[in-house]
């Protein structure tokens, strides 16, 4: 199946700063996601975004589909950014709904 | 905004019990997924539903079975609970199309005695 590396596995930084995550895939994608996992555990959705680039408030993502990768970008981070950030990707030649997820960037901002 | 309801945020079993994980989605999605999450390991794919009464296998199936009788309700069942089943399990919905944006409940914390 398709594999989905991010990195850095682990990140940590002072409240303010500023953060790329990145996400590589190996094949060909039709749909790819951002989510944060909160504390409790709940992935909450940051960005559906198959190709180019969108923003949300300090968060931006873009996607290169011909290159294989997608980053997130985080800006003047805040303590509540902290969590894991998972990237899923869904290859176009491994059927609908089987959407691959990389093992995540662990993020602590510390104050 | 898309709401998707696990029944129980906690729960605790006994090596042997059946257990049932419920999911409920109020945005009349046709997809409906299950997922278990361990350290190390992510999210993995246990089975999913494209329609009332449809199901796929995903990348872990044994030890597990769905139903799916309702559009918005899928539910995964242990029929005989095993201690490495201890884990997060999450359900997720989303539209028909076979593409578009996935959406997860809390999670439900399984602890298997």
């Known amino acids: 199946g398709i594999q989905v590396e991010q990195s850095p596995p682990d990140l940590i930084l002072q409240e303010g700063a500023n953060s790329t995550l990145r996400c590589n895939f190996s094949?060909?994608?039709?749909?790819l996601q951002w989510f944060h996992q909160n504390p409790w555990g709940q992935l909450i959705n940051l960005f559906y975004?198959?190709?180019g680039t969108k923003q949300n408030g300090r968060l931006s993502a873009t996607t290169v589909a011909t290159e294989r990768y997608s980053l997130l970008y985080i800006s003047s981070s805040q303590t509540t950014d902290s969590g894991v950030y998972f990237c899923?990707?869904?290859?176009?030649?491994?059927?609908?709904?089987?959407?691959?997820f990389g093992k995540g960037n662990q993020v602590v901002v510390i104050p | 905004d898309v709401k998707v309801t696990q029944s129980s945020r906690y729960l605790v079993k006994r090596t042997g019990e059946k257990v049932f994980l419920e999911c409920v989605q109020d945005?009349?999605?046709?997809?409906m997924f299950w997922y278990r999450q361990d350290p190390g390991l992510g999210l993995r794919l246990i089975y999913f539903?494209?329609?009332?009464?449809?199901?796929e296998k995903g990348d872990i199936p044994e030890g597990y079975s769905v139903s799916r009788e309702k559009k918005e309700r899928f539910s995964l069942i242990l029929e005989s609970a095993s201690t490495n089943q201890t884990s997060m399990y999450l359900c997720?919905?989303?539209?028909?199309?076979?593409?578009?944006?996935?959406?997860f409940g809390e999670g439900s914390r399984l602890t298997v005695l």
């Open positions: 997720a919905s989303r539209g028909g199309g076979g593409t578009g944006e996935l959406f």
């Open positions: 094949d060909s994608v039709n749909n």
């Open positions: 975004i198959p190709s």
């Open positions: 899923a990707v869904e290859s176009i030649y491994y059927g609908n709904n089987r959407l691959a």
């Open positions: 945005m009349d999605h046709e997809n």
């Open positions: 539903s494209y329609d009332v009464k449809m199901k």
